[in-house]
């Protein structure tokens, strides 16, 4: 069993809606769903993307706002979960057993933006140098601090950060050694909200958008290239979780 410390390697669509979220996917990606038996509660729907097991849908908690929530691999959820508050974090679910699967906690970083820890009992997804269609491509965090934030995460998990510099403004790049994990930007406006966006990669990011639009989402950034990197759109699913794809650049 290997583990990926610093790598986001589960991600969880919140709904108040999961049959409804299940249909949007499954027709847009063409992820299949499994329910996975659990101890004492209710299956655990499971997302496959061919026979990949790549990410799950649970029940929105009430006031909570339907997202897709990352999960961050740590070597010990409590540590880290003490760490993370005692540098600014907000505790939204303290640490928890699910099951046999692993233990996670929820928080927020000391910027606004909602992660899961995890700690899984079957070890983590090994890094390879491809992503398949239909998987998770990148993971970025767009905050309002940009300052605080890269504070925070290089404290808690150990993280260094690569800056490129964009139009839009500097891009940082979160990396554990000399592999890349996430991104992170400041909002390019005041209205932006603070938050983790995940990537899954497409075919054809144009298709794929309108694919979205078609059935039920909402289109709020219109594909688009990012020279040297790839085309993506950013939509939001009729359930109001926010998701981008992305088509990367040849090589």
């Known amino acids: 069993m290997s583990t990926q410390p610093g790598k986001f390697v589960w991600f969880e669509h919140l709904s108040n809606d999961i049959p409804q979220a299940c249909t949007f996917y499954e027709a847009l990606f063409g992820w299949r ?73 929820n928080v927020a970083d000391p910027t606004g933006a909602v992660f899961a820890l995890w700690k899984g009992a079957q070890g983590d997804p090994p ?32 993280f260094t950060h690569d800056a490129m510099p964009m139009p839009q403004g500097t891009y940082h790049v979160l990396k554990q050694g000399d592999a890349m994990r996430a991104g992170l930007l400041k909002a390019t406006d005041a209205s932006m909200p603070t938050m983790w966006l995940q990537y899954v990669k497409v075919d054809d990011c144009d298709a794929s958008a309108a694919k979205a639009k078609g059935l039920g989402a909402r289109i709020v950034a219109p594909p688009s290239d990012i020279p040297g990197v790839g085309r993506f759109a950013v939509f939001i699913d009729p359930l109001g979780a926010a998701l981008a794809v992305m088509k990367p650049a040849p090589g």
């Not at 009430?62 to 993370?84: E, H, M, R």
């Open 33 to 105: 769903t499994q329910e996975m038996p659990v101890p004492a509660g209710a299956p655990y729907p499971v997302i496959h993307n061919g026979d990949a097991g790549i990410g799950g849908y649970a029940e929105a908690p009430t006031g909570t706002p339907n997202q897709w929530l990352s999960y961050l691999s740590v070597d010990d959820v409590d540590a880290s979960y003490k760490a993370a508050l005692a540098a600014g974090a907000r505790s939204l679910m303290a640490p928890f057993d699910y099951g046999g699967a692993g233990r996670a906690a």
């Open 127 to 158: 890094d390879t140098d491809t992503v398949p269609t239909g998987g998770w491509l990148w993971n970025e965090l767009t905050t309002q601090d940009e300052a605080a934030a890269l504070a925070f995460y290089e404290k808690v998990f150990g």
